[in-house]
Protein backbone atom coordinates (compact mmCIF):
# COMPACT_ATOMS: atom_id res chain seq x y z
CA UNK A 1 0.00 0.00 0.00
CA UNK A 2 1.64 3.28 -0.56
CA UNK A 3 2.16 6.36 1.91
CA UNK A 4 2.17 8.86 -0.25
CA UNK A 5 -1.22 9.87 1.23
CA UNK A 6 0.58 10.96 4.70
CA UNK A 7 2.86 13.70 2.23
CA UNK A 8 1.85 17.13 2.50
CA UNK A 9 4.14 17.92 -0.58
CA UNK A 10 2.92 20.79 -2.90
CA UNK A 11 1.10 22.65 -0.30
CA UNK A 12 1.47 26.36 1.11
CA UNK A 13 1.02 26.40 5.08
CA UNK A 14 0.33 29.38 7.52
CA UNK A 15 2.09 28.64 10.99
CA UNK A 16 0.94 31.26 13.67
CA UNK A 17 3.53 31.42 16.65
CA UNK A 18 6.10 29.09 14.81
CA UNK A 19 9.28 31.60 16.24
CA UNK A 20 9.49 28.37 18.62
CA UNK A 21 8.60 25.48 20.33
CA UNK A 22 5.55 23.50 18.55
CA UNK A 23 4.90 25.75 15.76
CA UNK A 24 8.67 26.15 14.48
CA UNK A 25 9.15 21.95 14.57
CA UNK A 26 5.75 21.96 12.42
CA UNK A 27 7.32 24.67 9.97
CA UNK A 28 10.44 22.70 9.59
CA UNK A 29 8.78 19.13 9.57
CA UNK A 30 6.44 20.91 6.78
CA UNK A 31 9.25 22.94 4.94
CA UNK A 32 10.86 18.78 5.00
CA UNK A 33 8.08 17.39 3.69
CA UNK A 34 7.92 20.17 0.66
CA UNK A 35 5.57 22.54 1.86
CA UNK A 36 6.26 26.30 1.20
CA UNK A 37 5.65 27.94 4.84
CA UNK A 38 4.74 30.93 6.11
CA UNK A 39 6.44 31.47 9.71
CA UNK A 40 4.78 33.83 12.09
CA UNK A 41 5.40 35.61 15.03
CA UNK A 42 4.98 39.12 17.05
CA UNK A 43 8.40 39.74 16.25
CA UNK A 44 10.59 40.23 12.92
CA UNK A 45 13.58 39.47 14.64
CA UNK A 46 12.45 36.27 15.90
CA UNK A 47 10.78 34.81 12.69
CA UNK A 48 13.64 35.31 10.59
CA UNK A 49 16.06 33.11 11.96
CA UNK A 50 13.43 30.39 11.64
CA UNK A 51 13.02 30.91 7.93
CA UNK A 52 16.21 31.36 7.36
CA UNK A 53 17.52 27.77 8.79
CA UNK A 54 14.76 26.40 6.42
CA UNK A 55 15.90 28.37 3.38
CA UNK A 56 19.19 27.72 3.80
CA UNK A 57 18.62 24.06 4.55
CA UNK A 58 18.44 21.14 1.44
CA UNK A 59 14.12 20.80 2.64
CA UNK A 60 12.40 21.43 -0.35
CA UNK A 61 9.72 23.69 0.63
CA UNK A 62 10.34 27.61 1.11
CA UNK A 63 9.67 30.33 3.68
CA UNK A 64 8.79 33.43 4.33
CA UNK A 65 8.85 35.32 7.74
CA UNK A 66 5.89 37.79 8.78
CA UNK A 67 5.70 39.59 11.79
CA UNK A 68 2.22 39.16 12.87
CA UNK A 69 0.15 40.18 15.90
CA UNK A 70 -2.71 37.49 15.49
CA UNK A 71 -4.60 40.00 17.84
CA UNK A 72 -4.27 42.31 14.97
CA UNK A 73 -7.10 42.12 11.96
CA UNK A 74 -5.30 44.40 10.01
CA UNK A 75 -1.71 42.45 10.58
CA UNK A 76 -3.47 39.06 10.11
CA UNK A 77 -4.62 40.42 6.43
CA UNK A 78 -1.37 41.42 5.56
CA UNK A 79 -0.26 37.73 6.69
CA UNK A 80 -2.90 36.04 4.33
CA UNK A 81 -2.46 38.93 1.28
CA UNK A 82 1.46 38.34 1.96
CA UNK A 83 1.60 34.17 1.58
CA UNK A 84 -1.19 34.37 -1.40
CA UNK A 85 1.28 37.53 -2.89
CA UNK A 86 4.35 35.29 -2.37
CA UNK A 87 3.51 31.71 -3.00
CA UNK A 88 -0.05 31.71 -4.69
CA UNK A 89 -2.49 30.42 -2.42
CA UNK A 90 -2.45 28.73 0.96
CA UNK A 91 -3.93 25.00 1.93
CA UNK A 92 -3.08 24.84 5.15
CA UNK A 93 -3.83 27.10 8.47
CA UNK A 94 -2.19 26.06 11.74
CA UNK A 95 -3.33 28.19 14.57
CA UNK A 96 -0.62 27.07 16.83
CA UNK A 97 -0.01 30.96 18.54
CA UNK A 98 -1.23 30.49 21.81
CA UNK A 99 0.22 31.97 25.38
CA UNK A 100 -0.99 31.87 29.14
CA UNK A 101 0.28 32.57 32.81
CA UNK A 102 -0.42 30.88 36.08
CA UNK A 103 -2.59 32.35 38.36
CA UNK A 104 -5.31 32.04 41.02
CA UNK A 105 -8.62 32.72 39.46
CA UNK A 106 -9.92 35.31 42.15
CA UNK A 107 -5.94 37.19 41.18
CA UNK A 108 -6.93 37.42 37.41
CA UNK A 109 -7.76 40.78 36.21
CA UNK A 110 -10.02 41.80 33.48
CA UNK A 111 -6.91 42.78 31.42
CA UNK A 112 -5.81 39.10 31.96
CA UNK A 113 -8.44 37.44 31.19
CA UNK A 114 -8.75 39.59 27.99
CA UNK A 115 -5.30 38.95 26.85
CA UNK A 116 -5.76 34.94 27.52
CA UNK A 117 -8.86 34.80 25.25
CA UNK A 118 -7.94 37.37 22.59
CA UNK A 119 -4.95 35.63 21.65
CA UNK A 120 -5.63 32.24 21.67
CA UNK A 121 -9.56 32.84 20.94
CA UNK A 122 -10.02 35.65 18.88
CA UNK A 123 -6.37 34.62 17.27
CA UNK A 124 -7.61 32.00 15.48
CA UNK A 125 -10.71 33.58 14.82
CA UNK A 126 -8.68 36.32 12.82
CA UNK A 127 -6.63 34.12 11.27
CA UNK A 128 -9.22 31.40 10.02
CA UNK A 129 -11.95 34.47 9.13
CA UNK A 130 -9.03 36.21 7.06
CA UNK A 131 -8.24 33.21 5.22
CA UNK A 132 -11.74 31.36 4.86
CA UNK A 133 -11.44 32.75 0.63
CA UNK A 134 -8.01 31.18 0.08
CA UNK A 135 -8.72 28.03 2.05
CA UNK A 136 -11.92 27.28 -0.01
CA UNK A 137 -10.35 27.76 -2.93
CA UNK A 138 -9.39 24.59 -3.74
CA UNK A 139 -9.71 22.80 -0.16
CA UNK A 140 -7.75 23.58 2.25
CA UNK A 141 -7.46 22.19 6.14
CA UNK A 142 -7.48 23.80 9.19
CA UNK A 143 -5.90 22.51 11.93
CA UNK A 144 -6.19 24.50 15.96
CA UNK A 145 -3.87 24.03 18.81
CA UNK A 146 -5.91 23.68 21.90
CA UNK A 147 -4.45 21.46 24.77
CA UNK A 148 -5.99 19.05 27.26
CA UNK A 149 -6.59 21.96 29.72
CA UNK A 150 -9.46 22.85 27.25
CA UNK A 151 -10.84 19.33 27.69
CA UNK A 152 -10.53 18.59 31.50
CA UNK A 153 -10.07 21.88 33.43
CA UNK A 154 -6.91 23.88 34.21
CA UNK A 155 -6.16 25.06 38.02
CA UNK A 156 -4.07 28.11 38.02
CA UNK A 157 -4.55 28.47 34.53
CA UNK A 158 -8.01 29.31 34.17
CA UNK A 159 -8.43 31.58 30.97
CA UNK A 160 -5.98 29.13 29.30
CA UNK A 161 -8.67 26.59 30.19
CA UNK A 162 -11.40 28.35 28.87
CA UNK A 163 -10.13 29.59 25.89
CA UNK A 164 -8.73 26.20 24.95
CA UNK A 165 -12.06 24.61 25.17
CA UNK A 166 -13.47 27.72 22.97
CA UNK A 167 -11.05 26.67 20.38
CA UNK A 168 -12.36 23.00 20.48
CA UNK A 169 -15.97 23.70 19.83
CA UNK A 170 -14.82 26.34 17.06
CA UNK A 171 -13.53 23.27 15.50
CA UNK A 172 -16.73 20.94 15.40
CA UNK A 173 -18.96 24.78 14.52
CA UNK A 174 -16.75 25.36 11.54
CA UNK A 175 -15.54 21.77 10.23
CA UNK A 176 -19.39 21.24 9.95
CA UNK A 177 -19.75 25.15 8.21
CA UNK A 178 -17.05 24.38 6.11
CA UNK A 179 -17.22 21.02 4.96
CA UNK A 180 -19.69 21.81 1.95
CA UNK A 181 -16.66 23.71 0.83
CA UNK A 182 -14.14 20.81 0.87
CA UNK A 183 -12.34 22.24 4.24
CA UNK A 184 -11.45 19.95 7.13
CA UNK A 185 -11.11 21.92 10.38
CA UNK A 186 -9.82 19.59 12.76
CA UNK A 187 -7.92 20.39 16.66
CA UNK A 188 -5.11 18.84 18.41
CA UNK A 189 -5.22 18.85 21.85
CA UNK A 190 -1.87 17.76 23.77
CA UNK A 191 -0.70 17.03 27.12
CA UNK A 192 3.15 18.16 28.62
CA UNK A 193 5.16 18.92 25.10
CA UNK A 194 8.95 19.83 26.06
CA UNK A 195 9.53 23.37 24.50
CA UNK A 196 12.22 25.47 25.65
CA UNK A 197 9.05 26.60 28.11
CA UNK A 198 7.99 23.87 29.46
CA UNK A 199 11.77 22.40 29.57
CA UNK A 200 12.91 25.43 32.02
CA UNK A 201 9.56 25.13 33.90
CA UNK A 202 9.67 21.14 34.80
CA UNK A 203 13.33 21.08 34.67
CA UNK A 204 13.00 18.21 31.91
CA UNK A 205 15.41 18.19 29.03
CA UNK A 206 13.67 17.45 25.79
CA UNK A 207 16.71 15.30 24.70
CA UNK A 208 16.23 12.82 27.68
CA UNK A 209 12.68 12.00 26.22
CA UNK A 210 12.93 8.60 23.99
CA UNK A 211 9.94 8.06 21.99
CA UNK A 212 9.72 4.27 22.02
CA UNK A 213 8.98 4.47 25.66
CA UNK A 214 5.28 4.31 26.01
CA UNK A 215 5.02 5.25 29.84
CA UNK A 216 5.53 8.66 29.38
CA UNK A 217 3.15 11.70 30.16
CA UNK A 218 5.33 14.45 28.17
CA UNK A 219 6.00 14.27 24.65
CA UNK A 220 8.17 15.76 22.05
CA UNK A 221 7.28 18.73 19.45
CA UNK A 222 8.28 15.76 16.83
CA UNK A 223 4.88 14.08 18.15
CA UNK A 224 3.30 16.87 17.52
CA UNK A 225 4.48 18.15 14.16
CA UNK A 226 3.38 14.24 13.61
CA UNK A 227 -0.04 14.35 13.97
CA UNK A 228 -0.18 17.90 12.21
CA UNK A 229 1.27 16.72 9.39
CA UNK A 230 -1.76 13.67 9.75
CA UNK A 231 -4.22 16.36 9.83
CA UNK A 232 -2.87 18.27 7.06
CA UNK A 233 -2.35 15.26 5.38
CA UNK A 234 -5.09 13.58 2.62
CA UNK A 235 -4.12 10.29 5.15
CA UNK A 236 -6.73 12.17 7.68
CA UNK A 237 -9.52 12.65 4.86
CA UNK A 238 -11.99 10.90 7.05
CA UNK A 239 -10.99 12.90 10.17
CA UNK A 240 -13.70 16.19 10.14
CA UNK A 241 -13.98 18.22 13.33
CA UNK A 242 -12.37 16.33 15.54
CA UNK A 243 -9.61 17.19 18.88
CA UNK A 244 -7.17 14.37 18.74
CA UNK A 245 -5.61 14.30 22.24
CA UNK A 246 -2.35 13.99 22.09
CA UNK A 247 -0.78 13.37 25.71
CA UNK A 248 0.39 9.73 26.11
CA UNK A 249 -0.43 7.18 29.35
CA UNK A 250 -4.27 8.80 30.00
CA UNK A 251 -4.37 10.57 33.18
CA UNK A 252 -7.14 9.23 35.28
CA UNK A 253 -8.47 10.89 38.78
CA UNK A 254 -5.28 13.40 38.56
CA UNK A 255 -5.09 17.12 38.72
CA UNK A 256 -4.13 18.91 35.48
CA UNK A 257 -2.61 21.71 35.09
CA UNK A 258 -1.77 21.57 31.33
P1 LIG B 1 5.83 28.75 22.69
O1 LIG B 1 5.71 29.83 23.70
O2 LIG B 1 7.17 28.17 22.40
O3 LIG B 1 5.18 29.20 21.32
C1 LIG B 1 4.11 30.06 21.27
C2 LIG B 1 4.25 30.85 20.00
O4 LIG B 1 3.14 31.73 19.88
C3 LIG B 1 5.51 31.72 19.99
O5 LIG B 1 6.04 31.75 18.68
C4 LIG B 1 4.97 33.09 20.35
O6 LIG B 1 5.77 34.14 19.89
C5 LIG B 1 3.63 33.02 19.63
N1 LIG B 1 2.67 34.03 20.05
C6 LIG B 1 2.25 34.33 21.29
N2 LIG B 1 1.36 35.34 21.26
C7 LIG B 1 1.22 35.67 19.95
C8 LIG B 1 0.46 36.64 19.27
N3 LIG B 1 -0.34 37.49 19.90
N4 LIG B 1 0.56 36.70 17.91
C9 LIG B 1 1.39 35.86 17.26
N5 LIG B 1 2.12 34.93 17.84
C10 LIG B 1 2.05 34.84 19.18
O7 LIG B 1 4.83 27.65 23.18
P2 LIG B 1 4.45 26.18 22.64
O8 LIG B 1 4.47 25.33 23.82
O9 LIG B 1 5.21 25.81 21.43
O10 LIG B 1 2.92 26.43 22.28
C11 LIG B 1 2.36 26.30 20.98
C12 LIG B 1 0.90 25.99 21.12
O11 LIG B 1 0.74 24.71 21.75
C13 LIG B 1 0.14 27.00 21.98
O12 LIG B 1 -1.15 27.22 21.43
C14 LIG B 1 0.01 26.29 23.31
O13 LIG B 1 -1.10 26.72 24.05
C15 LIG B 1 -0.14 24.84 22.84
N6 LIG B 1 0.19 23.83 23.86
C16 LIG B 1 1.47 23.69 24.34
C17 LIG B 1 1.72 22.71 25.29
C18 LIG B 1 3.10 22.49 25.85
O14 LIG B 1 3.23 21.69 26.79
N7 LIG B 1 4.14 23.10 25.36
C19 LIG B 1 0.68 21.89 25.75
C20 LIG B 1 -0.58 22.05 25.26
C21 LIG B 1 -0.82 23.03 24.29
Known amino acids: MSTGQFSV ?4 AIITGSSSG ?15 VVVCSREQENVDPVAET ?19 REAVEALVEATVGEFGGLDVLVNNAGASFMADFDDISPNGWKTILDINVTGTYHCTHAARESLKDGGGSVINMASVAGQDGSPLMS ?13 TSLAVEWADDDVRVNCIAPGYVATPGV ?9 AIDREEVARRIGTVDEI ?11 SSYVVGETITVRGVPQIGEDLDV
Open 9 to 12: DGET
Open 22 to 36: IGKSIAERFAEDGVD
Open 54 to 72: INESERPGRALAVECDVTD
Open 159 to 171: PYGAAKAAIINLT
Open 199 to 207: ESQMGVSAD
Open 225 to 235: ADVTQFLASPA
